[in-house]
């Protein structure tokens, strides 16, 4: 079942917040092995194109669980 564009546009702001804070602490703890750490900006940026497919997800497996809820409600 796929999701509607709207629900996918409302999830990617904190799909995308996350995938920020995740990248940006990701490399500060690889920092500790010699590759280089990323400045909050360049997480930024970076999570743009990256906090689609987690929103994706996300929207997806709520559509799922609402379209559970509708088909319990009609039995």
């Known amino acids: 079942m796929k999701p509607g564009w709207g629900l996918v546009a ?3 702001p904190f799909a995308a917040g996350a995938m ?3 990248l ?4 500060l703890l690889l ?3 010699g590759l280089p750490i990323l ?3 360049q997480a930024l940026w ?3 194109p990256l906090g ?3 929103a994706w ?3 997806r497996h709520l559509t799922k669980l609402m379209a559970e809820v509708d088909g319990g409600a009609e039995a």
């Open 10 to 12: 409302g999830i990617y």
């Open 20 to 22: 920020m804070l995740n």
């Open 24 to 27: 940006f602490f990701a490399s």
């Open 31 to 33: 920092g500790w092995v």
């Open 39 to 41: 400045t909050p900006w």
């Open 46 to 48: 970076a999570s743009i």
């Open 52 to 54: 689609l497919p987690p």
């Open 57 to 59: 997800i996300y929207a």
